[in-house]
């Protein structure tokens, strides 16, 4: 199974290498890159002038050192990155999507319809409680560990507690 790169925000601009503050606002992101996805961290002004190519990002504010940890990512933006990971075919964003879809069902967020078998591979049908619409997703069998191991990263990578 594929490794992450995963970090916490370092306080440094990934474009300039500038200095991000305690306080001062930025773009987290998720990068496709040869070795999987990265998270990088890029200060607003470097965002602003350079569009950064990504795969998906979030505004956050760096905290100040005597800050309680606040989580950022919310249900909609779980929602969004689940949505958005639908056409991949790379097994490292099949294996996200479906910790994702997992994580979302326990928040209920989504609900398990039915299975279904599509070309060879196991394919669940999901109810977006919100929408009362229908996603699916592939099942890729993934043992314990490897869903513990994905939902960690995942958390890393968002900084969130899932």
């Given at each position: 199974m594929d490794q992450w790169d995963i970090n916490k925000p370092l306080g440094q601009c990934f474009g300039t290498d500038k200095e991000i503050e305690p306080g001062e606002e930025y773009f987290g992101a998720l990068v496709a890159t040869e070795e999987g996805l990265v998270r990088r961290d890029f200060c607003a002004e470097y965002w602003d002038s350079e569009k950064p190519?990504?795969?998906c990002y979030w505004k956050s504010r760096l905290p100040r050192p005597d800050e309680k940890k606040q989580l950022f990512?919310?249900?909609e933006m779980l929602m969004?990155?689940?949505?958005?990971l639908a056409e991949e075919t790379d097994q490292e964003k099949v294996n996200f999507r479906f910790v994702l879809a997992l994580i979302l069902m326990r928040k209920r967020r989504l609900k398990y319809d039915a299975t279904t078998t599509e070309a060879g591979r196991e394919m669940w049908r999901l109810r977006v409680v919100s929408e009362g619409a229908f996603a699916e997703v592939v099942n890729p069998h993934l043992d314990e560990e490897q869903i513990e191991q994905l939902s960690s990263q995942i958390g890393q990578i968002l900084h969130a507690d899932l």
């Open positions: 190519d990504v795969f990512v919310d249900d969004a990155f689940f949505e958005r």
